[in-house]
């Protein structure tokens, strides 16, 4: 075992065993742990995954966008992040890409995604 299999093994999480299979276009709620001063509150951001980078490894995160008020906000979370709690999927998505970048210039109606009734 190298050095870098010891620092991995050191820092990945033990929640990513529990996360269920998502994948772009999915709608989820993440609960994210939040610091305000000396005390943490878990809070629940809820959107659609727009993108996914390497997610079996250290260094993989996943992109969620929602709006809020009229404007856009995305997230990006690591897998391995320690702030991240749970991960519930909402609704899942049919789409035909792996990257859903073009969603941040549309809104209203153009911004849906199909839901996949097939996927369980």
Do not use: C, W
């Not at 050191?10 to 929640?15: D, L, P, T, V």
């Not at 999915?26 to 001063?37: F, N, Q, S, W």
């Not at 959107?47 to 404007?71: C, D, Q, T, W, Y």
Request: charged residues 30%; aromatic residues 8%; hydrophobic residues 35%.
């Amino acid at each position: 075992m190298n050095l870098i299999d010891v620092v991995n093994s050191q820092y990945k999480s033990k929640n990513v065993e529990n996360f269920p299979e998502f994948r772009a276009g999915d709608t989820i709620a993440v609960h994210a742990r939040i610091k305000e001063g000396e005390k943490s509150r878990v809070q629940i951001f809820q959107g659609v995954v727009i993108a996914l980078k390497e997610p079996n490894a250290i260094s993989g995160h996943f992109r969620v966008r929602k709006i809020s008020s009229g404007m856009g906000v995305e997230r990006v979370f690591p897998f391995h992040s320690p702030n991240v709690e749970k991960i519930e999927i909402v609704q899942r998505g049919k789409t035909k890409r792996a990257k859903l970048y073009y969603l941040r210039d549309r809104s209203g109606k153009s911004a849906r995604i199909a839901i996949d009734y097939d996927r369980k």
